[in-house]
């Protein structure tokens, strides 16, 4: 049995990247650095719930999913961005996706 079609995410982060983004510790050569990946709807529930403090509910109706899924992409992003942060590694900020995708790269 094929997993439920994934249900379309509003994103309207302002700054919302044409390609990827790359973020890495300064002085590292990014080719020498493990990459992490940070989905686009990821860095989107972050930017309204730890940024512009709303609610996961309000979060959720912005954008058109449920609270559970918001919390699940906070929970998948602010994991992501520790390990990033934690370890020196760098942050690449994707298109859409889902926790469940590959997280680490190289």
Known sequence: MSPRPKKSRNC???HRPTGAQLFKPAGIPSSELVKVQLM???LEA???CDDL???QADAGVQ???SRGTV???VK???KKLVTAIVNSQALIIMGFGDCDQTEIIG
Do not use: I, K
Request: glycine residues 14%; hydrophobic residues 35%; aromatic residues 0%.
């Open 40 to 42: 686009l709807d990821e």
């Open 71 to 73: 919390q699940r992409l």
């Open 76 to 78: 998948c992003g602010r």
């Open 63 to 65: 954008m058109g999913v």
């Open 53 to 55: 403090g709303l609610s």
């Open 12 to 14: 309207s982060c302002p």
């Open 46 to 48: 972050l930017r309204l």
